[in-house]
């Protein structure tokens, strides 16, 4: 018995809170009984919603979830509430504001590129390997992750990671990576530089078959009935698909259920491959699967093709977690969301909610700009730069500063006289904000948006629409709902923790994702200096005991 167990004990007999000290543990040792392997899933666009909305209907993977520490109001508590900041959160356990990645692309007006667009998970320095192509890279990430953290403890431990996105698979494995693959194109590609080892190539043919065959689409289960209606947006109508997928068509394969499940066999023959959760000191699997998220933004989060695709999900689930089983291995799962997500406003109309909409493109920067342009005398070439109706905004450098003033005041008066408008904050104002504490839920919005700012990239104002606004003028194929705003229907997400034989709880209390890496390491017995994350140590035991340790 190690000194560490001892401890634990003793806080587990006398139930005392913090006091013990912890701290003198053999820092070179994972906690007695840690498992072996962590595995953080994180499922695209799984809102709190979607999860309360479906939970009475699984009986695979999340219900196995279900039984264990169930968080049902974990918050990825920021403004901008896309993938690539919401993956930033999860294994770093710190807020945008220190990940850096306050958006999936912002803008850069000292870099040559022509639209000063950077994507959040790529190196823009890097000469494209084709035309409209990138070079994916995890530069633009602050801060390191859990697996990098763990590698650092114990060199032998191994950081994998695995997705349909690669801003998904970096943002959670972090720089230092040993294997990280995730969806492109028709099949699973790595970093550039590295090679694609036998378990992406070996599911790259398995994948190859499935799409040289295409399929009739899936059986509509008896539960979706309800859902299976259609309804038009604009020129799209959804609502009753069932993801016929035609030969060779590798992005119908992508927004589907197929495509997560490719991903979990994937990271099965990582799992064999690597040998992970077979070591005497942990590995982190990093899982992201992306359908729900494609499906989300495709179809809306209420047809029959978010039924189809959370009824497979947890089928898929279901069969990794046995795959594990069968395995014998001692793992512990962290189950979770990068953001939540809202239905089509046309749907929404018609089910209760009149006040839904779609935003106004009199609110794009381009549209934006051009009336202040023209209300100052300036240039409107470029005069605002941004990527939606919604979200930061940048104002061309040429200005002088008494200029650049005068064009975030216009612009911020405009905004304001827009119903959809909820709030514009300035750097300035988001800067001096402090960065919030206490419950995410009842965070101000300027506190939500401080959560997002992180000066070195952030834009020159922020814009927040309205609750129900989605920041989407026009639906077109593909794409007719989307997330990203300030409200709780993008920002909730389930946390859900489990472990073979742990006694489950449930928790309705508000959470917050950065709370995720602080219980991660702190359940395999990972020391880190304290204030090293934004979130904290929620405690898996649900008696008198404690899996926080000297973190709590
Ligand atoms: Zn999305």
């Not at 590798?250 to 959760?277: E, N």
């Not at 992180?454 to 077109?476: E, H, Q």
């Amino acid at each position: 018995m190690t000194f560490a167990h001892k401890a634990m004990l003793l806080i587990a007999s006398l139930a005392l809170p913090c006091a013990a000290p912890l701290h003198a543990r053999d820092a070179d040792a994972p906690a007695t009984g840690a498992p072996r392997l962590v595995i953080a899933l994180s499922i695209d666009q799984f809102s709190a919603d979607l999860f309360a909305q479906y939970r009475a209907q699984f009986t695979g993977g999340f219900a196995r979830l279900a039984s264990g520490a169930v968080f049902p109001s974990g918050y990825q508590s920021h403004a901008a509430t896309e993938t690539c900041p919401g993956h930033s959160t999860l294994l770093t356990g710190m807020r945008p504001a220190h990940t850096g990645i306050i958006a999936n692309t912002w803008f850069d007006q000292s870099i040559p590129r022509a639209n000063k667009a950077v994507y959040c998970a790529e190196d823009e320095t890097a000469a494209a390997p084709a035309p409209g192509d990138y070079v994916s890279s995890v530069r633009h990430l602050q801060v390191p992750t859990l697996g990098e953290r763990v590698k650092a403890a114990w060199p032998t431990s191994r950081n994998v990671a695995v997705s349909g996105k690669d801003r998904a698979a970096l943002m959670m494995g972090g720089h230092k990576i040993d294997e990280v693959y995730w969806w492109k194109g028709k099949g699973f590609v790595t970093l550039a530089g590295a090679t694609l080892g036998q378990p992406a190539l070996d599911q790259n043919v398995a994948v190859a078959k499935v799409l040289a065959a295409g399929d009739g689409g899936y059986a509509l289960p008896a539960a979706c009935a309800v859902h299976d209606r259609a309804v038009t947006a604009g020129s799209v109508t959804v609502g009753t698909g069932r993801f016929v997928l035609a030969p060779g068509d590798g992005t119908g394969f992508r927004a589907s259920p197929r495509v997560d499940r490719a991903v979990l066999d994937l990271a099965t023959r990582l799992v064999d491959a690597d040998r992970l959760g077979r070591a005497a000191t942990p590995d982190v699997l990093a899982i992201s699967l992306s359908a729900t998220d494609y499906i989300g933004h495709g179809y809306g989060t209420q047809g029959s093709e978010m039924c189809i695709q959370l009824h497979q999900l947890d089928a898929a689930l279901g069969d990794f977690f046995a795959a594990l089983d069968a395995r014998g291995i001692d793992y512990g799962v962290v189950l979770t969301a990068d953001h939540g997500g809202f239905d089509m406003p046309e749907r929404l109309q018609q089910q209760a909610l009149p006040a839904a909409a779609r935003a106004q493109a009199a609110l794009l920067p381009k549209a934006l700009g051009d009336r202040v342009a023209a209300k100052l005398g300036l240039d409107p070439a470029g005069l605002l730069l941004g990527e939606g109706p919604s979200g930061d905004v940048w104002v061309r450098r040429d200005l002088t500063p008494g200029q650049k003033a005068a064009v975030i005041a216009a612009a911020r008066e405009d905004l304001l006289a827009n119903p959809q408008v909820a709030a514009v904050f300035t750097a300035q104002e988001l800067a001096a904000t402090p960065m919030p504490t206490g419950s995410p839920e009842t965070w101000t919005l300027i506190q939500r948006a401080r959560a997002s700012f992180y000066a070195p990239v952030s834009g020159d104002f922020v814009t927040l629409l309205r609750r129900g606004v989605m920041a989407m003028p026009v639906a077109a194929p593909g794409y007719v709902a989307t997330h990203g705003s300030a409200w709780d229907y993008d920002r909730r997400v389930p946390i859900l923790f489990w472990r073979k034989g742990m006694t489950g709880f449930e928790q309705p209390s508000a959470v917050e994702t950065v709370d995720i890496a602080p219980t991660l390491a702190a359940w395999i017995g990972l020391a880190v200096p304290a204030g090293t994350f934004d979130g904290r140590c929620l405690d898996l035991d649900a008696s008198p005991a404690s899996t926080c340790g000297a973190q709590r």
